[in-house]
């Protein structure tokens, strides 16, 4: 099975960067599209940027201008780079891709990473 891996995380200063990497393994075919969510507690998870084959990438407004996100497809690996961070990123932050597998090549599947703590203080 296809298994998504984060890292990256930590504790930061206001105002300081951190860039998270997620690498992509197992038996694949396609990597679609590759996404970085997160979620702080008592929170929904939310969609933080997007980033498709022909590299058209999309942000939540909270982050437009501070985060960008980036993939090698060599590496089958997405990248979101975090400038001027502020308490409000303060969570877990999931990567998420569809991803066709050699198996059943007809068919993407969502597939989720289980997720790196980003904490920003103040």
């Known amino acids: 099975q296809v298994q998504l891996v984060e890292s990256g995380g930590g504790l930061v200063q206001a105002g300081g960067s951190l860039t998270l990497s997620c690498a992509a393994s197992?038996?694949?075919?396609?990597?679609?599209?590759m996404a970085w969510y997160r979620q702080a507690p008592g929170k929904q998870r939310e969609l933080v940027a997007a980033?498709?084959?022909?590299?058209?990438?999309n942000y939540t407004d909270s982050v437009k201008g501070r985060f960008t996100i980036s993939r090698d497809n060599a590496k089958n690996t997405v990248y979101l780079q975090m400038n001027t961070l502020k308490p409000e990123d303060t969570a877990v932050y999931y990567c998420?891709?569809?991803?066709?597998?050699?198996?059943?090549?007809?068919?993407?599947?969502?597939?989720w990473g289980q997720g790196t703590q980003v904490t920003v203080s103040s």
């Open positions: 980033i498709g084959k022909g590299a058209n990438a």
């Open positions: 998420n891709a569809q991803i066709v597998g050699r198996t059943i090549i007809a068919v993407a599947y969502d597939y």
């Open positions: 197992g038996s694949i075919f396609d990597i679609k599209a």
